[in-house]
């Protein structure tokens, strides 16, 4: 099968080499030439067969929403467009709607497996109608790692951002655990042997985990982890998570807290906390640090 891909970064660049490793073509363009098979969408386009199947994984936002735009006037009536980057689920259905009235299909599929993805398997979570999955499978059976696990088709479009979407926010939840995990037996009296202890939950143990194992790679190259800087972004989709617990009234208290305390790691002298430290002086007369 043919697939033209566009966006060629560590995501992009590694699906496109296990997709070819299955014996699949590939062509793929990237803004960055030492990286693309082809100097221009148009000339993408015109070297895949009818019917056209076009994947995109490029940023969330402006550039896939011209990228998609760019490719609703070079593709014809009968080919199918996926976004797999970490587009907005509420983005998904007016894309399908503009692309619908030329005849032109689309699909969302969220993809996890980060760099380790080429080796491992992709899981993907793809919305769109039963005949747009058909016409991508050979794709998705490409990518996503050998057995019964890896893939879901969602429900009609959106529903892979969607899911995507709310995979993110319990990773944030997970990542955070483990990582306060870390901090108190860092803080500890008693445990002498902290990357020891992280590696001994590996196997065996019920919070046995990829981000576990990924955590003790991290110890392993730096103990302590006196390289980094206790600052973490978020790429929005957290944030869209716990937007549709309020929308929906589902209690998420864990993916919210990650959330937040993610915001905390970006303040080097936090406001609220200088608050805090002023009240407690105030109504107690408790020491403060000037």
Request: aromatic content about 6%; glycine content about 14%.
């Amino acid at each position: 099968m043919q697939l033209g891909l566009i966006g060629l970064g560590r995501m992009g660049g590694n699906m496109a080499d296990r997709i070819r490793k299955a014996g699949h073509e590939v062509v793929g363009f990237d803004h960055h030439p030492d990286k693309r098979d082809v100097g221009s969408l148009a000339e993408l386009v015109d070297k895949l067969a009818a019917p056209r199947v076009v994947w995109t994984m490029v940023p969330a936002g402006e550039i896939t929403e011209s990228t998609i735009d760019q490719l609703s006037d070079l593709l014809s009536a009968g080919d199918l467009i996926i976004d797999g980057g970490n587009s907005k689920f509420t983005d998904d259905g007016p894309r399908a709607e503009r692309l619908a009235a030329k005849g032109i299909g689309y699909m969302d599929c969220g993809v996890s497996g980060g760099i380790w993805g080429n080796q491992n398997g992709y899981a993907l979570m793809v919305g769109g109608t039963a005949e747009h999955v058909a016409m991508a499978m050979p794709i998705f059976e490409a990518l996503k790692p050998a057995g019964p696990y890896g893939f879901v088709h969602a429900g009609p479009v959106g529903a892979g951002h969607y899911t995507k979407m709310v995979h993110n926010g319990i990773e944030y939840g997970m990542m955070q655990a483990l990582a306060e995990g870390w901090e108190l037996l860092e803080a500890s009296e008693y445990v002498e042997n902290v990357p020891g202890a992280i590696k001994s939950w590996r196997e065996g143990s019920v919070v046995k985990s990829w981000l576990l194992d990924l955590l003790d790679r991290a110890l392993d190259g730096d103990p302590d982890l006196v390289k980094l800087k206790g600052y973490a972004e978020d790429t929005g989709e957290g944030r869209w998570t716990v937007d549709e617990a309020v929308r929906l009234a589902v209690p998420a208290h864990v993916i919210a807290a990650s959330l937040f305390t993610r915001f905390e790691s970006r303040q080097v002298d936090s406001p609220a906390m200088k608050a805090v430290a002023a009240l407690r002086q105030q109504f107690g007369g408790h020491a403060v640090v000037g």
